[in-house]
């Protein structure tokens, strides 16, 4: 784990074995165990207290593990935190723009403390604030800027020394839905054309859903899953239908339940949901309903959503 | 190091004298305050005893004071402004941020205490030369400049350490001002000293010649410990992100 690999090259731009940390009696982050592929996208989700915000502190090396170990870009991040700062962009909880410095300047200020030499740093400053459409406004100061405007500016500053891999804890929160995806499509955008490892940590699971290769699920500092979207979604079970209408009799469901493509069929105020087996074919089970007896008004086949999933997860007893 | 040290202290006075870019709502009216104080009224009242006598030294705690609103802010500032823990993931080392601080404030200070003893002495020459060109003697202006610099650095330091643990700029901003009232009584006693002490010069400079390196001794033993102290109590992990 703590071997040293070439920045960004190796297999794995994050690792974390049994990864843990507590503060005091509360349990943020509990036995993590976490493998990132270099060049990805990992969303990770949880709801507020999962430790999250945790994890990327750990992995940044802001504040040491009470057990376990973690290795982001191959440098082990208790003995080696500052080279992975070196290599590592991060947008964490707040934006964290000096509101005394001009837009130009904290870029200017970031360039400097990355080393970037002065023409390379003015040219990526330039180059970021024109993409990211702040250039006509670089000498503002960012105070009476909106949120949208402000993270844009800490996406810029977080991509100024070409990191390997970055951290954005809830880019997006706050801003409108059109701001988030205009965020997500520069941030997605940016971090295709320059190669790097994202670890976004996000409550917006359709940003999730659109941005990342790969997702984890934390609750309570446990890991609960990690898979791609589609691998997450599939775990929360085959396809489903929803049939709304009146008549859904007690002996109507149970002969529904028995059906070999129907997993199981419930009903609540004139709505049967039922979960199926891959290939159930719904218009067979719509007859039996109406030959039963039932009125049918309108029948839906979906898939279980990632919110489907995510919600199962989190809410589930652990 | 030294290029990280000035890539910090070149954000403080960024911050500091040029808001947003412009001067407009920088620390220049501050310090016009202090310069029209140390630099113009004192000498004025004082007269030539002002660059003769060590008098000016008694006033050294007011630059100084100036600073303690800059210093204040250095860490509980960026703690509350949510831009610690941004500095803290960027490359620069924690040494560097520290010493950048502190350069930038002792800076400031000292700058400032510079510039107002130089005004005050063409102020003087102006308002009492009577055609005579006035300076201020070697030791007195020597003791000056170093008494003001480990002074400022003392301060600095002090006010880093407090700044690093206040939980609000404005509780480190009390803190240190009590400390700093504490630390410079002694220095406003002074005033109250045998006035032989301060008006003849020549009296003036046998003694300066004997209290100020034993003073200057003092604070080089107490910047050294606090600045030791501060370098090494200064880490990421010890600065309230748990």
Redesign the interface.
């Given at each position: 784990m703590s071997r040293r690999i070439e920045p960004g090259r190796g297999e794995w731009a994050v690792r974390t074995e049994a990864l843990t940390r507590h503060f005091g009696a509360v349990r943020a982050v509990e036995q993590l165990t976490l493998e990132v592929p270099t060049g990805t996208i990992f969303g990770f989700l949880g709801p507020n207290g999962a430790g999250k915000t945790t994890t990327i502190r750990l992995l940044l090396g802001l504040i040491a593990p009470t057990a376990g170990r973690a290795a982001v870009l191959g440098y082990d991040t208790r003995v080696q935190a500052d080279a992975i700062r070196c290599n590592a962009g991060a947008l964490l909880e707040y934006p964290g723009i000096y509101e005394r410095l001009s837009a130009e300047d904290n870029l200017e200020f970031y360039g400097r403390a990355w080393r970037l030499p002065g023409a390379e740093r003015r040219a990526r400053i330039k180059e970021l604030l024109v993409h990211m459409d702040l250039w006509e406004r670089r000498r503002d100061s960012p105070t009476l800027w909106s949120r949208g405007m402000r993270q844009k500016l800490a996406l810029a500053r977080v991509l100024l020394h070409r990191p390997s891999i970055i951290f954005l804890d809830e880019p997006s929160a706050g801003l409108d839905p059109e701001g988030a995806v205009a965020l997500g499509e520069s941030l997605l955008a940016l971090a295709r054309r320059e190669g790097v490892t994202v670890f976004l940590t996000t409550h917006n699971l359709g940003e999730a859903e659109r941005l990342c290769d790969q997702l984890g699920i934390i609750r309570d500092g446990h890991l609960l899953t990690v898979g791609s979207p589609d691998e997450i979604r599939a775990r929360a079970g085959g396809p489903r239908a929803e049939v709304r209408g009146r008549g859904f009799s007690a002996p109507l469901l149970e002969r529904l339940g028995e059906q070999p493509g129907v997993l199981r069929a419930d009903a609540d105020a004139g709505c049967v949901r039922l979960e199926l087996r891959d290939g159930a074919q719904v218009a067979s089970l719509v007859r039996l309903l109406v030959t039963g007896g039932a009125e049918v008004e309108e029948v839906q086949r979906y898939r279980p959503s990632l919110e489907d999933a995510y919600l199962a997860l989190v809410s589930a007893e652990p | 190091m030294m290029?990280?040290v000035g890539?910090v202290t070149?954000?403080e006075w960024?911050?500091l004298m040029l808001?947003?870019?412009s001067l407009w709502g920088g620390a220049w009216s501050e310090a016009l305050i202090v310069l029209g104080a140390m630099g113009v009224f004192i000498p004025l009242q004082v007269g030539p005893a002002w660059v003769q006598s060590p008098v000016a030294v008694c006033w050294l705690w007011l630059p100084l004071l100036q600073m303690t609103g800059m210093i204040a802010e250095s860490i509980a500032g960026e703690r509350e402004?949510?831009?610690l823990?941004?500095?803290?993931?960027?490359?620069?080392?924690d040494e560097a941020i520290l010493l950048g601080k502190l350069v930038a404030a002792v800076g400031y200070g000292w700058g400032l205490t510079v510039l107002s003893l130089l005004v005050g002495l063409v102020v003087v020459n102006l308002g009492h030369g009577a055609g005579q060109l006035l300076l201020y003697p070697a030791p007195i202006a020597a003791a000056l400049l170093a008494l003001s610099l480990a002074g400022g650095l003392l301060v600095a330091v002090v006010g880093v350490l407090v700044s690093a643990r206040a939980p609000s700029v404005r509780q480190a901003y009390q803190r240190l001002s009590i400390a700093l009232l504490l630390a410079f009584l002694p220095i406003f006693g002074t005033q109250y000293l045998a006035g032989g002490w301060l008006a003849p010069p020549t009296a003036a400079r046998s003694d300066i010649l004997v209290i100020v390196p034993m003073l200057l001794g003092v604070l080089f033993v107490a910047d050294s410990c606090l600045l030791l102290i501060a370098l090494r109590s200064f880490r990421?992990?010890g600065l309230g992100?748990?």
């Open positions: - | 290029r990280d890539t070149w954000k960024q911050e808001p947003g870019g402004r949510h831009t823990e941004t500095l803290l993931a960027s490359r620069l080392p990421r992990g992100l748990d």
